[in-house]
Nanobody, 126 residues
Framework: QVHLVESGGGLVQAGGSLRISCAAS????????MGWFRQAPGKEREFVTA????????YYADSVKGRFTISRDSAKNTVYLQMNSLKPEDTAIYYC???????????????????WGQGTQVTVSS
């Protein structure tokens, strides 16, 4: 069982920056990948970014490429999401996701992840 706790969400003006974090605890000795998804009101949860734990390779949705950066601290089992040049359309609940293994689902799909955080609200005002 893996427990994920997000922190760092809040309200920011358009063009501003915000960093959110996700700390994993529990059975984290075999982390394969961690990532972030988001869900805006009335919309489906969508992939934002992911990082392969071993290689550090990163993946981004086109909508955030060049503005968001995912990073990890393996010693702390923590993943970070630095969000720059924020836009009102980035407003959503951001969920941390954890994958212990590769299960055959695309890394861009929620089905590829085993555990989820409770979510942190990010609101970007215009």
């Amino acid at each position: 069982q893996v427990h994920l706790v997000e922190s760092g969400g809040g309200l920011v003006q358009a063009g501003g920056s915000l960093r959110i974090s996700c700390a994993a605890s529990g059975r984290t000795f075999n982390t394969y990948r961690m990532g972030w998804f988001r869900q805006a009101p009335g919309k489906e949860r969508e992939f934002v970014t992911a990082i392969s734990w071993g290689s550090g390779r990163t993946y981004y949705a086109d909508s955030v490429k060049g503005r968001f950066t995912i990073s990890r601290d393996s010693a702390k089992n923590t993943v970070y999401l630095q969000m720059n040049s924020l836009k009102p359309e980035d407003t959503a609940i951001y969920y941390c996701a954890y994958a212990a293994t590769m299960n055959g689902s695309s890394r861009y799909s929620a089905a590829a992840y085993d555990s989820w955080g409770q979510g942190t609200q990010v609101t970007v005002s215009s």
